[in-house]
């Protein structure tokens, strides 16, 4: 059976539907919301790693400089060491032979 429309009980209940409608768009909206601080923390967190990257990389290849740098030095003066020796040696040879060596270090 078919029953006219009551106006009195929808004008009362749209109050309810209203509040119903207003709450579904706000989820929609605290949703978004929600979304875009994740992603901005998330892009945050993966600035932050590269930049922890690239300082990382810096320093291994500057300790890698140091490293090659000490050991040059070092050759060098195991090259001048030497060199010292052999111009003291040739030295006393030709003055005289089978005395003393100075060695400088």
């Known amino acids: 059976m078919v029953r006219a429309i009551d106006a009195q009980q929808i004008i ?7 509040k119903v409608q ?3 768009q ?12 994740q992603q901005a923390q998330e892009d945050h ?12 990389e810096k320093a291994v290849i500057r ?15 195991e ?4 060199s010292e020796i052999v111009v003291v040696a040739e030295e ?5 032979e ?3 060596i100075n060695i400088k270090v």
Request: net charge negative; charged share 45%.
């Open 92 to 96: 006393g040879e030709s003055t005289d």
């Open 79 to 82: 090259n001048q060491e030497k």
């Open 63 to 77: 300790e890698k400089e140091e490293r090659q740098e000490k050991r040059k030095d070092k050759e060098k003066r």
């Open 12 to 18: 009362m209940q749209l109050h309810n539907v209203e």
């Open 45 to 56: 967190l993966l600035r932050e790693s590269v930049k922890n990257t690239d300082e990382s």
């Open 98 to 100: 089978g005395s003393h």
């Open 22 to 24: 207003q709450i579904q």
């Open 26 to 37: 706000q989820h929609s909206d605290m949703q978004q919301r929600y979304f875009q601080l």
